[in-house]
Nanobody
């Protein structure tokens, strides 16, 4: 059974940092890409970063490029999102997702439908 669990969210002031973690269990025999999405109240779920199965390629949406860094440790089945210079507009529920197919390569922007397995989300709130 596949299980995806995020952690690391919280409340931080503008300019601060947080590191999110995501552990995906039950996928060890598969090659899978992983991604981070976020959803603010009243807005659609937005893909912000993904990383390929090797951890050798990553994609970032323009709004987080240069501030967020995605990485993964396949030995621990864990992915990370280091978030620096946080802004109030980064406030959202952050979701981790894992998927095979196209997602395993993280060729660029990927929508939610490319990922089969999802976590429950972790809240990030940035105060001004």
């Amino acid at each position: 059974q596949v299980q995806v669990v995020e952690s690391g969210g919280g409340l931080v002031q503008t300019g601060g940092s947080l590191r999110l973690s995501c552990t995906a269990s039950g996928l060890r025999s598969e090659r899978y890409g992983m991604g981070w999405f976020r959803q603010a109240p009243g807005k659609e779920r937005e893909g912000i970063a993904c990383i390929n199965w090797r951890g050798s390629a990553a994609y970032y949406v323009d709004s987080v490029k240069g501030r967020f860094t995605i990485s993964r440790d396949n030995g621990k089945d864990t992915m990370y999102l280091q978030m620096d210079n946080l802004k109030p507009e980064d406030t959202a529920l952050y979701y981790c997702a894992a998927g095979g197919g196209t997602a395993q390569f993280c060729p660029g922007f990927l929508g939610p439908s490319e990922f089969k397995n999802w976590g429950q989300g972790t809240q990030v709130t940035v105060s001004s």
